[in-house]
């Protein structure tokens, strides 16, 4: 009998994807992890294989109990993801004291960890995107959950255990399975809403004299792309340390709502409305992954193009679902 991977935030969004990349490859010894609430993110578990699935106080209690003897992996998904969160004490905890709590269980076993940084750490920008130890220690995250993420980053970095993990900063993420997400979805799934609704999709002005309205730009990566990243690592034991995970290719939300609108063969037509006054201090109007050492690492998988995957999502995907 092969090991058991333990998946957290296994009913969210990338998390629900990695499983359904690992089943398809004949792996269903999984044992999930999330909290499911009242929510519809229990939807996301339909179809998918696997032993168990635990709160994320239940596991940590069976993880330090001993109850789990034969585990290759954790890949830790799971965390408060809401950019607007207010409670730090919440997110200290969830965020930054769980994960330490895995990730020491991890290397105590011998078992390999790969947790989900994130791409808000890097705050404004000020400092670049670049995922160098060296300019880890500088950046200035905006908000609190950039900040949780943040401290285990450093946490890992200073204790020198970045160098036996894997820690990946996400992106700016979008695809299939994110519905649960409220009005933390992507942009491209809401601007389907919009456009089905109103004909029309409803873009933030920029306040910043560099950037005309809608010409803010991020890196946008498609879901599968992300979970063919995090993939890599399962098997590649030696690699470790913190990547980027992005395309290295920053577009304006211009070009990706006009991708939508051309993905559903309707004119473009766009409304600028006011930024609410609280976003506007935190916002980002740029933003583009330094891949050189994901590439250095080993990583050659092409990614999907703007203009491919948004395609992809919006045909294979979002029309297939009903309106709500």
């Known amino acids: 009998m092969s090991k058991s991977i333990i998946v957290t935030g296994a009913a969210g969004f990338i998390g629900r994807n990695v499983v359904a990349e690992l089943n398809r490859q004949g792996q269903d010894e999984l044992i999930l992890t999330d909290r499911l609430g009242t929510d519809e993110r229990w939807g996301n578990l ?17 993880v330090e109990g001993g109850q789990f003897k034969d585990v290759k992996a954790i890949i830790h998904l799971g965390a408060c993801s809401s950019t607007t969160e207010r409670d730090a004490d919440y997110l200290l905890e969830n965020n930054y004291r769980y994960t330490r709590r895995l990730c020491e269980f991890s290397l105590s076993h011998g078992i390999r960890f790969i947790y989900a940084s994130s791409a808000a750490t890097y705050g404004d920008g000020s400092m670049g995107y670049s995922d ?15 900040y949780s993420k943040h401290m285990f980053d450093l946490w890992a970095l200073k204790t020198g255990v970045l160098n036996q993990i894997v820690g990946l900063k996400y992106f700016n993420v979008f695809g299939p399975h994110e519905d649960h997400k409220g009005d933390m979805k992507s942009v491209v799934a809401k601007s389907y809403l919009q456009i089905r609704q109103h004909g029309k999709v409803r873009l933030f002005k920029s306040y910043n004299s560099k950037y005309a309205d809608g010409e803010q730009m991020r890196d946008f990566v498609y879901v599968k792309d992300a979970v063919g990243v995090t993939l890599s690592f399962l098997e590649s034991g030696s690699a470790s340390g913190l990547f980027n995970c992005g395309t290295g290719r920053a577009r304006t939300w211009k070009d990706l709502v006009t991708a939508v609108f051309n993905a559903m063969k309707l004119p473009v037509e766009i409304d600028y409305i006011e930024m609410p006054e609280e976003l506007r201090n935190k916002y980002q109007y740029f933003t583009e992954a330094n891949m050189s050492k994901l590439h250095a690492a080993g990583y050659t998988s092409a990614f999907w193009s703007l203009e491919d995957a948004v395609t992809d999502y919006v045909q294979s995907h979002l029309s297939k679902r009903e309106i709500v």
């Open 46 to 62: 339909r179809g998918l294989r696997y032993e168990d699935i635990l709160s994320p106080t239940a596991l940590l209690e069976r």
């Open 132 to 146: 160098d130890d060296a300019v880890t220690p500088t950046l200035l995250p905006l908000n609190m959950y950039g």
